[in-house]
């Protein structure tokens, strides 16, 4: 008699964040490493995701409550283009500057 192993909390918590982690991969190989998704890019989750990812990475300062974003999954993010100081909304920027 065997028993599969049951996935801990923190072993699904990592497989979700390897999925969202390979979503924007995927979409930073379509925008030529460029990971800075805007909100209106067509994925609100994968938006939502990369910005609770800067939220964590900016969690060292005594104004956030979240789990601090670990350096390897730092780097990684950065790695495909992922601007992790980056506040907001990138395609903000670009879509009030075209309409002036």
Same mark, same amino acid.
């Given at each position: 008699l065997s028993f599969k192993q049951v996935p801990t909390p923190e072993h699904l918590k990592e497989q979700e964040w390897e999925a969202y982690f390979a979503r924007l991969e995927a979409y930073s190989q379509k925008h030529d490493g460029?990971?800075?998704i805007a909100k209106d890019g067509g994925d609100e989750q994968l938006w939502e995701w990369a910005r609770e990812q800067r939220s !964590?990475?900016?969690s060292g300062s005594p104004a956030? @409550?979240? !789990?601090p974003l670990s350096s390897d999954r730092a780097m @990684?993010?950065?790695?495909?283009g992922l601007d992790l100081s980056m506040r907001g909304d990138p395609g903000r920027w670009e879509k009030m500057y075209a309409n002036l």
């Open positions: 460029d990971a800075n !964590a990475f900016k956030f @409550r979240k !789990a @990684r993010l950065q790695s495909i």
